[in-house]
């Protein structure tokens, strides 16, 4: 069956604002996914989200000053399995957010947390270059981007680390029912079995009782019977 879909997240450290917040996003495929909005700025597992700063009343010349930033999904998005796609993850711009697609876009599989850790790593570096020789503390990094905590994506993690685990307790509860299972199983065959040997004995004890009852009855009438032959004989010896 062949898999057309591909499971990925955002690389918010693609790229980072002077303010050393990640804005890191990736446009969908032009007529990749089939879905359109009024202005087309659409972007893999991210949205804008602008928040207004200043207004001005109506007839004011003055432009609205707002500050435009971007927001994570809260979980990892499909999107079809194209070059375009599978070129993404090739060059980071997005994470394979399981082994199937990571096989799909012929990359290695790496944890969503590490490739976040190594991805705000180079952004830090990257950030420092830039505003080496301006007047900001770039040796300390964007506090933004020191800051950021991964938010969504860090859920999904942690999701995942609590299913991981939570499968690891239900193995090891598992585990430890089949011993006891397995415990019992042994206890009941060996109780069995001796039951069994201590029927066997008794069954043993009694057909030798038997028999030495037999024995000793047919012992009893041969001593009799010799007894009559004897009585007999002396009998007619007196005549």
């Not at 069994?196 to 028999?211: G, R, T, V, Y």
């Amino acid at each position: 069956m062949l898999i057309t879909k591909l499971k990925v997240w955002p690389n918010p450290f693609l790229q980072i604002d002077h303010e050393g917040r990640p804005n890191g996003v990736l446009p969908y495929e032009p007529e990749g996914d089939g879905v359109r909005t009024f202005d087309s700025r659409r972007f893999v597992g991210a949205h804008l989200k602008a928040v207004i700063l200043e207004e001005f009343p109506k007839g004011d010349p003055r432009q609205t000053v707002q500050d435009t930033t971007f927001e994570y999904e809260e979980v990892a998005v499909e999107v079809k399995n194209t070059p375009y796609y599978r070129n993404a993850l090739k060059d980071g711009s997005l994470f394979a957010a399981d082994e199937k697609t990571a096989r799909l876009a012929g990359i290695k599989f790496v944890d969503p947390d590490k490739a976040l850790t190594n991805a705000k790593t180079a952004a830090l570096e990257v950030w420092s270059k830039t505003y080496k020789h301006e007047e900001t503390d770039y040796e300390n990094g964007p506090q933004n981007l020191i800051d950021f905590s991964f938010g969504p994506m860090q859920e999904f993690i942690d999701r995942k680390k609590h299913a991981e685990q939570e499968a690891k307790k239900a193995e090891a509860k598992k585990a430890e029912e089949d011993k006891k299972a397995a415990d019992e199983k042994k206890r009941q065959e060996e109780e069995a079995k001796k039951e069994a040997d201590l029927a066997a004995k008794k069954a043993e004890a009694a057909a030798k009782e038997a028999e030495a009852k037999i024995k000793a009855e047919q012992d009893a009438d041969a001593k009799k019977a010799l007894e009559n032959q004897n009585v007999g004989k002396r009998g007619k010896a007196g005549e």
